[in-house]
Nanobody, 116 residues
Framework: QVQLVESGGGLVQPGGSLRLSCAASGSIFSGTIMGWYRQAPGKQREWVAL???????NYADSVKGRFTISRDNAKNSVYLQMNSLKPGDTAVYYCKAAMATGRDYWGQGTQVTVSS
């Protein structure tokens, strides 16, 4: 089965940048949609960004223009470059793989804290 492991989280000041990585233990087959979600304390998990196998991307309005999702199929990895970070971006960030079969896989999450 596919296993996802996120990394790259940490503490950063407002306006700073972080690059999150999501490494898959299994192959990311054609048709798999990769996405990033986040969940802050006391709030529901929300969608942040997604990327199709073709490279087409979509972003939540709250991060559009600041975050960039990318994927490297050769490395079985997905990334989230986060720039101009705000305190409201503080959350646990999760990587998700939506397989063409309909089965979803989630990573364990990585903490991102934006604070001065």
């Amino acid at each position: 089965q596919v296993q996802l492991v996120e990394s790259g989280g940490g503490l950063v000041q407002p306006g700073g940048s972080l690059r999150l990585s999501c490494a898959a233990s299994g192959s990311i087959f054609s048709g798999t949609i990769m996405g990033w979600y986040r969940q802050a304390p006391g709030k529901q998990r929300e969608w942040v960004a997604l990327i199709f196998s073709s490279g087409l991307t979509n972003y939540a309005d709250s991060v559009k223009g600041r975050f960039t999702i990318s994927r490297d199929n050769a490395k079985n990895s997905v990334y989230l470059q986060m720039n101009s970070l705000k305190p409201g971006d503080t959350a646990v960030y999760y990587c998700k793989a939506a397989m063409a079969t309909g089965r979803d896989y989630w990573g364990q999450g990585t903490q991102v804290t934006v604070s001065s």
